[in-house]
């Protein structure tokens, strides 16, 4: 498929470069034939032609929250994905109804991430993608999502006041199964949500592990987040 890509390239910049390439592609063209409109993505998933066979794994996350996240950044206003529990792609696995890495990564988002975009200033390496939003409903506070892009090395961020974690992590990028802050995430015995803690953790150096995803609630006083 000429447009899709391979499991050895979901990581990389040419892939995860493509969505904001095409928002600026019809940016243009609403500028032009409905300028002040705003720009909705009504259909996301890596869906074309029945999609990638991995996209339900936990490697299809990093394409899912940076696309999330860019877009955001381009003030794109809405972001559907397809589907939520029908189709290999899935949020939910429909014969199962268990949550896919994809719906733990879009509960974390909107549990974390409000809807007002902040810089989050320069990342410290190539392989970290970072993205900053007001906390939601959390008065001042800002929550930071850092993707980790490099399969084999941790990497390392400086953070001057305390704040919460959510790390997750998978020991195999193609599976199913995700993990928080190293406990593996998964329905309660009755099929309700598990309570998702954040682990409190005090300033300084953070190791992000090798293709990770990490959200960062900080408990600020940040103007743009009245």
Known sequence: MASGTTTDAALTEDWLTRSPRVEAFYAKLRDIYAPGKPVWLTETGQTACGG????????????????????????????????????????????????????WAALLWHRTMGTTVLDPGPSPSPGIHLFAHCTAGVPGSVTVLALNLDRTSPQTLTLPTRYTRYTLTSADLLSHSVELNTHPLALTPDGKLPTLPGQPTPAGKLTLPAASITFLTVAASNPACK
């Open 52 to 103: 990638d066979r991995w996209a339900s794994t936990f490697l299809g996350t990093f394409r899912y929250l940076d696309q999330l996240g860019t877009l955001a950044r381009a003030n794109v206003q809405v972001v559907m994905h397809n589907t939520l529990a029908a189709s290999d792609y899935a949020l939910i696995d429909e014969r199962t109804l268990t949550p896919r890495p994809n719906y």
